[in-house]
């Protein structure tokens, strides 16, 4: 038995803190105590943790990951890589070690470099020459092959599936190396296939560098809606059980199909407190950076008349599967970045509530949800739905935000508190490995004080749209944990699991420095000590 005691234990339901004792036994917390209980249970054996002074809150939770591209990152088997130009990328991924045959990088974005426009497949084969390498655009959407990979990929014009969505870029008639969408994923999965069967460590190994910076629940979420593999592994995780005892736990989205059989065979096998079927995922849209972001009106500088992005995958199908999903009782999350893509996911939202509501304690999603139609914001509220949104997007490519998507949609991008003005539920994460590295703590940094720790951009990115630290906090524990459908985690009461994080100090009325400078004093996840 535990006793902790703290004169500041956040209460994510008010927003503010407390002092008191917690008392836990096993793996959950079994009381709020007084004084005179704690010195009785502490006089009978229980063991006294005394963090006084410092901050207890609920153990954070990363609401948006993709687990496996995210843990290969980790171990130094795919390589972050951020350059500004197409020539500069290709010659330093070509000073990668290879693994299992592959060079892999991740972090390029075409519109960050000093010209915009996509690169192609010789550029890499100067570099690369015979060695198969592959590059993933920083937001995963989009993936660059040198000639040799497409060769032992057999890539080629008769040989690009036909039934998934996508895109091979093409110019004078030949493939240029560069795939859009479910394309890109079709093929990184079989590129990854090889580094599957050594990835249970590597999932260990990525837990145990989460726990440090207080994380102790995550999703694992498709990085496709449309191709065969979504890179959701729940063997993995089976394997890692079998060995020994998680340091998280994890919520898994498997793509939604058409055939369910393998969605309803995971709901059945993955019942436990620390890996569990959360529900499925879909892909509405893609992004504004390559104009793929659905949108009311045409973007700004239009290629062609009605340039407003697309749809992945037909809209009626897309409708069909929120209410096939909520039917089964499984919460839907869909990717949405354009504001017409937000507006028809509001609709059919809506519709499946009253047709196939939720049971009590689960949500669907909206994921990113990054330009809002000025009328919906309204409708945000509505019942059994989370905004999950990540922090760090805000800053990631601020300074091209209004050449991509136009200035009059800027006062929309991003509206963290006029989602919450609008009575929606906000529920925080990274979206990692499409940013790398960012903690709890910056990303309620960065919804806080809507810069980066650089101080820049200096007036801050829709600085009227910054929370304060409460929102964020609790949008970073409860809300994350409604937006996993998980009633046990997100809280420091009676009957929740006792994962919980020890801060430094209270960080309630922080400005930036001081937030800047909060540590990590200590992590625990069912009661046992991880970091």
């Known amino acids: 038995m535990l006793i902790l005691k703290s004169h500041h234990i956040f209460d994510s339901l008010a927003g503010t803190t407390f002092s008191g004792y917690l008392k836990v036994e096993g793996e959950r917390i079994t009381a709020i105590l007084s004084e005179r209980a704690a010195q009785l249970a502490i006089a009978n054996g229980a063991k006294l943790l005394d963090y006084s002074q410092q901050m207890i809150v609920p153990g954070f939770i990363d609401a948006h990951t993709h687990f496996f591209l995210s843990a290969l990152i980790h171990q130094k088997k795919i390589w972050p890589l951020v350059t500004a130009s197409e020539n500069d990328y290709a010659e330093e991924a070509s000073r990668f070690s290879a693994y299992r045959g592959w060079t892999v990088a991740i972090g390029w974005y075409s519109s960050d470099w000093e010209v915009d426009q996509l690169p192609t497949k010789a550029t890499l084969d100067h570099y690369f020459d015979k060695r198969p390498c592959a590059m993933v655009s920083g ?6 092959l040198n000639s040799a990979a497409m060769d032992k990929l057999a890539i080629g014009p008769a040989t690009i599936p036909t039934d998934i969505g996508g895109e091979a870029v093409v110019e004078n008639g030949q493939l240029t190396g560069v795939f859009f969408e479910a394309l890109a994923i079709y093929y990184l999965g079989q590129i ?3 580094y599957r069967h050594d990835s249970v460590q590597d999932y260990r190994s990525y837990m145990s560098y989460l726990n440090q910076f207080g994380i102790t629940s995550c999703t694992d979420i498709a990085l496709t809606g449309d191709s065969g593999d979504d890179l959701i592994y729940p063997e993995i995780y089976q394997q890692l059980q ?16 058409e055939d369910t059989r393998r969605i309803l065979a995971m709901k059945e096998t993955l019942t436990g407190n620390f890996v569990t079927l959360g529900g499925v995922k879909q892909f509405f849209d893609g992004v504004t950076s390559t104009r793929t972001a659905l949108m009311m009106a045409d973007y700004p500088d239009p290629n062609f008349p009605g340039e407003i992005g697309q749809s992945l995958i037909p809209i009626e199908r897309l409708r069909d599967y929120i209410l096939e999903a909520n039917r089964l009782d499984l919460p839907m999350r869909i990717h949405v970045v ?36 000025p009328t919906d914001f309204s409708r945000l ?26 200035p009059e949609r800027l006062p929309y991008m991003f509206a963290f508190k006029s989602f919450i003005e609008n009575h929606a539920i906000l529920g925080f994460g990274t ?38 630290i409460p929102q964020a906090l609790t949008a970073h524990t409860l809300g994350a944990a409604k937006a996993m459908s998980r009633t046990d985690i997100g809280q420091l009461g009676v009957g929740k699991l006792a994962d919980f994080v020890i801060l430094d100090h209270n960080i309630l009325d922080d400005g930036p420095d001081a937030l800047e400078k909060t540590r990590i004093i200590a992590t625990y996840v069912g009661g046992q000590k991880v970091t």
């Open 431 to 468: 979206d990692t490995p499409v940013v790398l590295d960012v903690t709890p703590l910056e990303s309620i940094y960065y919804a806080v004080f809507r810069k980066g720790m650089d101080g820049l951009p200096v007036e801050g990115v829709n600085y009227q749209e910054a929370l304060t």
């Open 192 to 194: 990854l296939a090889d």
């Open 242 to 257: 079998v060995k020994a005892r998680p340091t998280m736990r994890v919520s898994l989205y498997p793509a939604m199909r």
């Open 338 to 373: 354009g504001d017409r893509a937000t507006h028809l996911a509001l609709d059919y939202y809506a519709e499946s509530y009253q047709r196939h509501p939720l049971s009590e304690g689960k949500y669907n999603t909206l994921e990113h949800l990054e330009c809002v139609y």
């Open 381 to 406: 509220g509505q019942p059994q739905l989370v905004l999950s949104v990540q922090p760090s997007h805000v800053l990631v490519g601020y300074e091209s935000l209004v050449a991509e998507v136009g």
């Open 139 to 144: 937001d995963a959407h989009t993936l660059w």
